[in-house]
Each structure stands twice: as structure tokens, then as C-alpha cells.
């Protein structure tokens, strides 16, 4: 019997360290892999995805989560669709594509895309007929005149100064067929601020929006623009969208909520 009981012991105890060690072999993963279960949940709350939005600078600052970085890289190239809109922006984070041609038409010794063309022409009739002549000095670019127009730029003043005063090939409104420099008809202040203080830049700026067209880099907003002040060029909204802007106060881009300034 005491051999019996023995046996028993014996039998249960190893019974016991066969069970210790089934659960030493199933415990010790699942407690690992809890561990890491929890701390992928913990990091999941504190690191978002990027915004999807190019608009959207803005970080996330609740008291009790990390600050997101804006994960947007500029600059963000547009899609035909998205540059073939009136209302398309451009802007030194936001550029066409290489391959972008508007359809243009012929106006005033110049090509812009016909809505805009039709509306030009009204504009440069009202200012002669007040004896206020103005003249196109640049009007469509294409992609490739602007490469050798920044090259040129880049190879005689340096990129750092090219910048200030000529924009990167894709980053320019004149590819869009929509944008226009004009100047007086007696070439006085041509493509210089003072442009704005003659008679012909002081109607140009007073007038624009009835005819559709906005002072695209007005005075006093060159950190918002990253432009500098051009009172001689103007770009083709159509009238509504072109009074609304002026009448806002904003930049165009900030009409538009997108993100603009300097590269
Ligand atoms: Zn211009």
C-alpha cells in the first residue's frame, strides 16, 4: 500500500512538472507577445498618418498626444485636370507638369488661353479708351522656355538670387496660359514696382476684377505669395472668383487655402 501511495506521489508530481512546464512553454510567448500587442496600440495614438491634403499645415496639439509633424512633401506637382482648372493655383510649392500645354489663342501680340484671351482684350480697350494704353510684355510660356529662361538666370546671378526674381521651370503662372505682364504703352516703369504708382497700374489695379483678373503678388504680401510685389502681372480668375479675391484682402492662394511662400 505505502508502495501504491508512493507510485501516486510520484506519478502526480510528475504529472505537475509536466503541466509547469506546458505552461511554462505557452505563458512565456503569450506574455511576450501581449507585450508587443500593447505597445503597438501605444504607438499607433501618437504617430498619424500624414495629411492627405496639401492645404493642410496644421498639427494635431491636444494636450495629451505628441505633436505630428506635417509629413507633406514639397513641392506637389499637379495633374492635367488640376492645371487645366480656372482656378487652378501655382505657386512655389506647387508646380505643372512638365507636359502641360493650355490651348492657346492669339491676343494683343501675345497667346493666352481664349477664356482668358476675350477678357484681355476688353480690359486693354477700357484702358485706351481712358487713354491709360497698356501693352502685353509676356504673356503663355511654355515649360521649356521657362528652363532656359531660370538657366540663364541660375548661370549668371547664382540659384539663390535667380530665385528672388525668376521662377523654377513648372513653378510658373505663365505656363497656364491664364497670367499676363503688362506694362504702358510708352514703356515707363516696365516689370518695376513703380509700374503700380503710374496711371496705367493704378487702373490696372482698380479695374482688373470687373474683366476677371487679379494682382496676382500684391504689396505687403511677399511672405505669403513668395513673390515678390509685380503690379504688372495679373492672372485670369473669371469676374466672380477675381472680386471675391480682391475684395477678401487674401492672396490668392490663401483664398484658395493652399499652401504657398517660398520653396
Ligand atoms: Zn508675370
Not at 512565456?28 to 498618418?49: D, E, H, M, Y
Not at 494636450?63 to 499637379?78: C, F, H, M, N, S
Not at 491676343?107 to 491709360?132: C, F, H, Q
Not at 504673356?139 to 528652363?147: F, G, H, I, K, P
Request: glycine share 8%; aromatic share 10%.
Amino acid at each position: 500500500m505505502a508502495n501504491e501511495k508512493c507510485k501516486m506521489i510520484n506519478f502526480l508530481t510528475g504529472y505537475n512538472k509536466v503541466v509547469k512546464k506546458k505552461y511554462l512553454l505557452i505563458g512565456i510567448p503569450l506574455v511576450l507577445a501581449t507585450i508587443g500587442f500593447i505597445a503597438i496600440l501605444a504607438s499607433r495614438n501618437v504617430v498619424k498618418a500624414p495629411s492627405d491634403t496639401s492645404n493642410d499645415s496644421t498639427s494635431d496639439t491636444s494636450a495629451d498626444q505628441e505633436v505630428v509633424v506635417d509629413q507633406v512633401v514639397y513641392p506637389i506637382q499637379l495633374t492635367i485636370e488640376q492645371a487645366t482648372a480656372i482656378n487652378a493655383v501655382v505657386n512655389k510649392k506647387h508646380k505643372l507638369p512638365e507636359n502641360y500645354v493650355p490651348t492657346l489663342t492669339s491676343v494683343a501680340g501675345g497667346k493666352m488661353r481664349e477664356d482668358a484671351a476675350t477678357e484681355l482684350e476688353k480690359l486693354l480697350d477700357a484702358a485706351s479708351a481712358i487713354g491709360n494704353k497698356l501693352v502685353i510684355i509676356s504673356s503663355y510660356r511654355s515649360y521649356l522656355t521657362q528652363v532656359s529662361t531660370y538657366d540663364g538666370y541660375v548661370n549668371q546671378y547664382g540659384q539663390a538670387q535667380a530665385d528672388t526674381f525668376s521662377a523654377r521651370p513648372g513653378h510658373s503662372e505663365h505656363q497656364t496660359g491664364l497670367a499676363v505682364d503688362l506694362g504702358n504703352n510708352d514703356g515707363s516703369c516696365a516689370l518695376e514696382t513703380c509700374f503700380g504708382d503710374t496711371a496705367g497700374g493704378v487702373w490696372l489695379a482698380t479695374n482688373a476684377p470687373n474683366y476677371g483678373f487679379i494682382i496676382r503678388y500684391p504689396e505687403g504680401k511677399e511672405a505669403e505669395t513668395g513673390y515678390q510685389y509685380e503690379p504688372w502681372h495679373i492672372r485670369y480668375l473669371g469676374a466672380d472668383t477675381a472680386k471675391a479675391v480682391a475684395s477678401s484682402g487674401k492672396t490668392f492662394d490663401q483664398y484658395m487655402n493652399v499652401v504657398a511662400g517660398e520653396y
